[in-house]
C-alpha cells in the first residue's frame, strides 16, 4: 500500500543541504517507509495534487530517551508541599510496591498515547520493575517471568507506538548495602543472574514482536557494585554497538558516596569499567566536574536530559553546552512525566543554560530538533527514524501554527523549539500508519483517567507537609 502526503510546510534536509523548513514538500510511503521525498513541482505536480495535505509545519517523529511509565501516576500528588528528591523517591516506591502486570499495562498504554499525542515516536523505557513486590519472580499462572516487560511492549503494540525497552540491571539499595523493601522488585540478585534473564527476555521478545527492541541499562553507579560492573564489563556489557543508559550524577550525594567509597566520581568510575563509549546514555549529568566533561565528550556518549523532571525534582541545571562542546550527543527525555511535552524539554534545554549563565542564545533551534529527533533515536538503537528521508522510517508529526501559542511566529524551526507545545500537535503518523489525530486527545483523557482510577490507594501519596 502507497500513501502520499502534501505537506504545506516540513522541517527536513533534501540531498547536499543543512536541515531546514521548506514549502510544500511531496512524501510517498511504502511499507513504512519514505520512498520519496520533495518539493512539490506546482499546479502540474499530479502527485501532489492527488495526495492527503498536512496543514502546518511537519517535523520527523520525536524521541523520548528517557522514560518511566509509571511514574506518571504520581503527576499532580508528588509536587505538592517541600522535600527533596530522597523524599520524592519515596513515594515513587510507594507507587511501584502496588503495581502488578495488569495495572501496569492498562497505565502503559494510557501514557504512551498521550506520548503519541506529544508528537513521540520513540521511547526508551527504562525499566527496572522486574518482579513481585516480594521479590519472587512471575510465574507461568501469572505471565511468566517477564509479565511485567511484556506487559509494556504489549501496550505500545496497541497504541503503535515505538519502545526500546531499556532493561535494567539493579543490584543494590547503594554503596555496601542489599536492596530492601520494594527494591526487591527490582532485584536479580546477582549480575550473573541479571544476564541470564536478560537473554532469555531479548529471546521472549524476538519471538513476541519483531518490531521491538531490548536495550540495556544500569540504574546508576549506587545499584551496580563494582565487582557487578566488572562481571558486566567482562560480558560485553558497555562499550559496543546495544545502547547502555545508566543515570550519572543526579544527585551531589551520589557523587559523595561514590567518591567516599571508590575514591572516583561515577563518571570516572564507569570510564574505569569499560562503560563509556559511543552508544552510552548518561542521564541526567547534572553534578558533573570539568574533568567528567572532558571524559564524557571524548567518549562520544550521549547525554539524556530531561529538564522538566530536573527542575520538578530540584536536582539542578546540567552543564548542557559544555557537554556538547566537548563532544557528547544530547537527547531529552520526560523521566518522570511530570510534563510529556517534547517542546518544552527542547526549549527548557536552552532556558536552564540562560538561566545559569545569565546570559542568552546557547543552543540553536536546528540543534535542539536534532536532540529531539535523529540523535534521540539513534541513542536507543534506531538509526533509521528521526528524519524524513528516503529509506527513513516515515515518522510525521505536524503541528497547527495558527493556535494562540504559534500564530505568527514565523511557521519555521524556531515556532517548533521556541513557541510550541503537545498541544498543537494535530497529526502523528509512526512506520506509515497514523496514530493520532487531534480529534483523539478527549479519548487519550479518559484512558489516563481510568488507568489511574485503577491503581488503588494513591490518594496517601504526596501530603507530606
Known sequence: MTTTYRLERAW?????????????????????????????????????????????????????????????????????????????????????????????????????????????TTVGEFHYVHHRPDGTPYGADDGGPHAMALAVLEAAAEVGMRVTL????????????????????????????????????????????????????????????????????????????????????????????????????????????GMLGPMTSLVHATHLTPADVGTIGSAGAYVAFCPTTERDLGDGIGPARALVDAGARLTLGSDSHAVVDPFEEMRAVEMHERLAAQRRGHFTAAELLRAGTVDGHASLGVRDAGRIAVGARADLVTLDTASPRTAGTGADEHTAVFAASAADVVHVVADGRVVHRAADAPAVGALLAEALEALAALAALGERP
Open 166 to 273: 531499556l532493561d535494567t540491571c539493579y543490584l543494590a539499595a547503594g554503596f555496601g548495602r542489599p536492596t530492601e523493601g520494594v527494591q526487591r522488585r527490582f532485584d536479580d540478585g546477582s549480575a550473573a543472574a541479571w544476564l541470564r534473564r536478560h537473554a532469555d527476555l531479548r529471546e521472549v521478545v524476538a519471538a513476541h514482536d519483531a518490531t521491538a527492541h531490548v536495550g540495556t541499562a544500569l540504574h546508576s553507579v549506587r545499584a551496580v557494585p563494582v565487582a557487578a560492573l566488572e562481571e558486566l564489563a567482562r560480558a560485553g556489557v558497555g562499550g559496543g554497538a546495544e545502547p547502555v543508559h545508566v543515570h550519572l550524577s543526579e544527585q551531589v550525594a551520589e557523587n559523595e558516596q561514590c567518591r567516599a567509597a571508590t575514591g572516583l566520581t561515577p563518571t570516572g568510575l564507569l570510564a574505569r569499567h
Open 12 to 120: 527536513l534536509a533534501l540531498p547536499g543541504e543543512a536541515p531546514r523548513v521548506h514549502d510544500d514538500v511531496v512524501v510517498r510511503i511504502e511499507r513504512g517507509r519514505f520512498v520519496e521525498v520533495r518539493r512539490a513541482e506546482g499546479p502540474d505536480d499530479a502527485v501532489a495534487a492527488g495526495a492527503e495535505r498536512l496543514v502546518g509545519l511537519t517535523l520527523p517523529g520525536l524521541a523520548n530517551t528517557h522514560s518511566h511509565l509509571f511514574h506518571r501516576a504520581l503527576r499532580g500528588r508528588v509536587q505538592r508541599g517541600g522535600g527533596s528528591f530522597w523524599t520524592w523517591r519515596d513515594d515513587m516506591y510507594g507507587l511501584a510496591s502496588r503495581l502488578d502486570p495488569a495495572s501496569y499495562r492498562l497505565l502503559a498504554r494510557a501514557v504512551l498515547g498521550e506520548m503519541l499525542a506529544a508528537g513521540i
